[in-house]
């Protein structure tokens, strides 16, 4: 039985279910418990008795229009009689003033309610301890007339079987029935949410998954959007990451053939001549220094990425680092007539940071800026401070990025014209990532401003304050 039942409730639904009924169950129980032994104190003989009583002293009361204690004497013996009641007047000192019951030495005192019991069954006891139902009321004159009768004797099977029973089969039996309903749906509009999302986590890292719906309640639905917000991060870095392997395959291709062809030149002596050698090792040498440029920029990524890269925070002057790179570039401008003017104000303050990876942010951008500048082109280097940052622009009047490509322009491997992928000059695609890994890394950000034809504008926001390394990693 224990082997049948375990398989029966091993999915999430059923164990919900088995606990709302658990729980519908247990309330229900207590209810009839309740329920048992308010009709034990209460039971139905005793309504029935207090309703007669009150009959009673109805009749009693309606003798005369404004009855007197002697004119009800008569009617309440007659009634006493007829009726089979006690019916007892008091005075308004509470003294008894008339007593029909045949044994007038067992005195039953008038009755003091608590506040307790007021909503209890009415019971008083005489002299010798037996208990009396009874009802009271006050007449006009200040007397009270109490009609009583001894406290029918009940069994406890007779009201389980005539009171509680009927009740428990028809009332709770529905509601028991209605609760388990109601609770098998709560039960799926939970689990139902949370098996597709375990349904598709199975099929994880399939690429054709589709995000799951998102249903239940609201905590589920939380849930199933970060699951898919999770999926959609995994499905994008698997993306990343054939592009990834796709590009590195493709940059180191070139140069490697390259090499290849040209050392075979060699081996097989097709460069048999000391121009052709010369040549061949002047090839290889460059296409190898590509190549190991390339890993280098990858390393660097890697660190970046993982959060080692050795980063020493010092102030930073950057007056002096932006004018020591534009004379780092004097001998590419001069070759292609580019020009490059650096307009930054001497009295700017020292910005917390690496200078030597500050160096590299703005030679890469004041490289890439070199590439797709025309000859008599303009580069400017502009710095200022805005709202407790400095903001570093690299502007060059270049022929401008794409708009649908300025989203993308810090993607690695990632070049605006895939033309140019692979050549010499315009590198492979990774000098924007490794600047943008950097600026991060500092808790600082970079954005591009560009229009087609009008030049290109690269921003960088540095904090002046120094961020802590917590700060740092939560902007990564």
Do not use: C
């Not at 309703?51 to 007659?78: C, D, F, K």
Request: proline share 5%; net charge neutral; glycine share 6%.
């Amino acid at each position: 039985m224990t082997q049948f039942l375990l398989p029966m409730f091993s999915s999430l639904r059923s164990r919900l279910w088995l606990s709302y009924a658990l729980i519908i169950v247990t309330a229900l129980g207590v209810v009839a418990m309740i329920m048992f032994v308010s009709l034990i104190r209460n039971p139905i003989l005793y309504r029935q008795t207090l309703e007669r009583l009150r009959a009673v002293q109805a009749v009693v009361m309606e003798r005369g229009n404004a009855p007197q204690s002697q004119s009800i004497s008569t009617t309440a013996v007659r009634a006493s009689h007829t009726f089979n009641v006690r019916i007892l007047l008091y005075s308004q000192d509470r003294q008894i003033i008339l007593d029909t019951y045949a044994d007038r030495e067992v005195v039953l005192p008038f009755p003091e309610r608590r506040i307790l019991t007021r909503n209890t069954i009415p019971l008083a006891r005489d002299e010798n301890g037996a208990s009396w139902l009874y009802t009271v009321e006050k007449l006009p004159d200040g007397s009270f007339l109490m009609v009583a009768a001894p406290r029918p004797r009940i069994s406890i099977l007779n009201v389980f079987r005539e009171e509680f029973l009927p009740l428990i089969l028809q009332g709770g039996l529905i509601a028991l029935l209605l609760s388990l309903v109601v609770a098998f749906f709560f039960a799926r509009w939970i689990a139902d949410p949370l098996q597709k999302v375990v349904l598709v986590a199975r099929l994880l890292p399939s690429e054709e998954i589709k995000p799951v719906e998102t249903s239940g309640p609201h905590e589920v639905q939380e849930l199933t959007r970060a699951f898919n917000a999770m999926i959609a991060r995994m499905q994008a870095g698997q993306k990343s990451q054939r592009e990834f392997v796709a590009n590195v395959s493709h940059e180191l291709k070139t140069p490697l053939t390259s090499v290849q062809g040209f050392a075979q030149a060699i081996l097989d002596g097709t460069a048999d001549a000391n121009e052709s050698r010369q040549q061949a090792a002047q090839v290889i040498y460059t296409e190898s220094g590509r190549m190991h440029r390339m890993v280098l920029d990858l390393l660097d990524l890697a660190r970046l990425d993982a959060g080692t890269a050795d980063i020493t925070m010092t102030p930073v002057n950057m007056p002096a680092l932006l004018n020591a790179i534009a004379e780092k570039f004097s001998p590419q401008l001069q070759r292609t007539g580019v020009n490059i003017e650096v307009n930054v104000p001497s009295n700017l303050p020292a910005v917390p940071a690496d200078g030597d990876r500050m160096a590299q942010v703005f030679t890469n951008l004041v490289d890439n800026a070199l590439k797709f500048t025309p000859r008599a082109g303009l580069i400017s280097l502009r710095a200022s401070v805005e709202n407790n940052e400095m903001l570093i622009s690299v502007i060059d009047t270049g022929a401008g990025i794409p708009e649908e490509s300025q989203a993308q322009i810090f993607e690695r491997f990632y070049q605006a014209d895939p033309a140019r992928r692979g050549g010499e000059k315009h590198g492979a695609g990774l000098g924007l990532a490794i600047a943008y890994e950097i600026v991060q890394a500092h808790g600082g950000r970079i954005s591009v401003r560009s229009r087609l034809g009008e030049g290109t504008t690269f921003d960088v926001f540095l904090p002046l304050v120094p961020r802590s390394a917590d700060a740092i990693t939560l902007r990564k």
